[in-house]
């Protein structure tokens, strides 16, 4: 049925439970994992000619967003290597997380996005957006949701 599941994490518990699931579900069916993680892009919010004292260069950034990367993506990883089930990892920075899954599902050739949901409603849902409800709504391929 499926053949290559994509599972975006943020490194949140929830996110974690997700992987357990997502992986045991590709081992049931055969398929492979692609982890996924989409930091977030590099943006300066200066305002006029004042730059916060604290300004992390772009490169730091980039070190730091690599970091915390790997580390998410080697979750799956392990969680992939355990049920011997095939895995590669990828991982683009993005103004929005949401855009960046349906963009690594399409990039990786995936059948299924398997993700979480943190179920944000209320006024924590319209600030916070629901990422999970944007990928339902713009991806091309089935989105299961893991709450």
């Known amino acids: ?9 943020d490194g949140s518990a929830l996110s974690r439970k997700a992987i357990k699931a997502g992986v045991a579900l590709a081992q049931a069916l055969g398929a492979k994992v692609t982890g996924f993680y989409s930091p ?27 970091k915390t990367a790997t580390r998410f993506l080697a979750a799956i990883e392990k969680e992939a290597l355990a049920a011997r089930v095939k895995y590669s990892g ?13 963009e690594a599902a399409k990039k ?16 924590a849902g319209m600030l916070l ?16 949701i893991y709450k």
């Not at 049925?1 to 994490?9: D, E, R, V």
């Not at 990828?90 to 349906?102: F, Q, T």
């Not at 990786?108 to 006024?123: E, V």
């Not at 990422?131 to 089935?142: N, T, Y």
């Open 108 to 123: 990786k050739k995936c059948d299924l996005i398997f993700m979480a949901s943190h179920g944000r409603t209320g006024l």
């Open 129 to 144: 957006g629901s990422q999970a409800a944007k990928v339902l709504s713009h991806s091309k391929i089935p989105v299961l």
């Open 90 to 102: 990828l991982y683009l920075d993005s103004l929005s997380p949401w855009e960046a899954i349906v």
């Open 1 to 9: 049925m499926f053949k290559n599941i994509l599972i975006p994490t």
């Open 40 to 66: 977030e892009q590099y943006e300066i919010l200066a305002y006029g000619e004042y730059f916060p004292p604290d300004l992390m260069s772009r490169t730091e950034w980039e070190n730091r967003s690599k």
